[in-house]
């Protein structure tokens, strides 16, 4: 026991060293500006979400750019991760702690990580997981040329949703999806941890088709994709380790320049 606790707090003393020494990259960067989106969650009639400006990464963070993590965080590999980090699935498409499985690409999204090294990676870029708002905010920021089409894609979406290949992930960059501001894949690769993945809703909430009805902001198809996206959220523990769920950071605005 005196063993795992030492271990543990090793890791938190490592992980506030490296978010402090780890800076962030313009490359893949993107600027969102401030603005306001609809939520599933109950709001203010008329009132929308007020989102502030942040950075958000062009891409999900990928399988390559994970290994340049564990290579100088080591606690943080399969091997040496407490099991209250990260449940058994932890990196299991990793052939050993530094090496990926033969089928494997690197420029896959790193899947099977759970929110805690999810943080601890953003941490170490001088950044952060993104908050649930900001996320939703960003995948909202979509272009449509009709209602027809936006709601083909939402019917897309929907479908997505119920079938993500948790096996098997195409490549960041490779769905197509780009939202107005130039970020890409928030829909079509995985689903992504958020700073806060679990509303203030309810305990237990179950993926059927009454909860979604009831969560549903609107009667859009786009909202009713949203609805499922929250509630597979709630399924999620920090420790959570599925084939499904990878991570892009965001950051706080830089500073003006004068």
């Known amino acids: 026991m005196l063993r795992n606790i030492i271990h543990i707090i090793l890791i938190c003393a490592a992980s506030l060293s490296a978010a ?3 800076t962030a990259q313009n490359r893949g960067i993107i600027e969102i500006p401030a603005g306001s989106y609809h939520s599933v969650l109950p709001e203010v009639v008329g009132e929308p979400v007020q989102v502030a400006a942040f950075r958000l990464d062009e891409t999900a963070v990928t399988n390559a750019e994970f290994l340049e993590f564990l290579k100088v965080n080591p606690e943080w590999t399969r091997s040496e991760i ?8 932890y990196l299991e498409q990793w052939q050993d702690d530094l090496q990926l499985q033969d089928d494997r690409n690197g420029n896959e999204p790193v899947t099977r990580v759970s929110w805690f090294a999810a ?8 950044g952060r997981l ?3 708002h900001e996320w939703e905010y960003a995948a909202q920021a979509m272009d449509f040329t009709s209602a027809k089409e936006a709601d083909r894609f939402s019917y ?4 997505w949703y119920s079938a993500v290949d948790a096996e098997k992930t195409g490549l960041t960059g490779s769905t197509g999806i780009e939202n107005r501001y130039g970020v890409k894949d928030l829909f079509g690769l995985v689903m992504e941890w958020v700073e806060d993945f679990k509303p203030p809703v309810g305990e237990d909430i179950s993926l059927d088709c009454g909860t979604v009805g009831r969560m549903k902001g609107d009667s859009s198809i786009y909202s009713y994709a949203m609805s499922i996206r929250f509630i597979t959220r709630m399924s999620f523990d920090p420790a959570s ?3 499904m769920l990878g991570f892009r950071c965001a950051y706080d605005p830089l500073p003006p320049v004068n």
């Open 20 to 22: 402090a020494a780890g």
């Open 82 to 89: 407490p099991p209250v980090f990260a449940g058994s699935s």
């Open 119 to 126: 943080n601890a990676y953003c941490g170490w870029k001088g």
């Open 130 to 132: 993104p908050t649930l």
């Open 156 to 159: 897309e979406l929907i479908g």
């Open 241 to 243: 380790t599925t084939g």
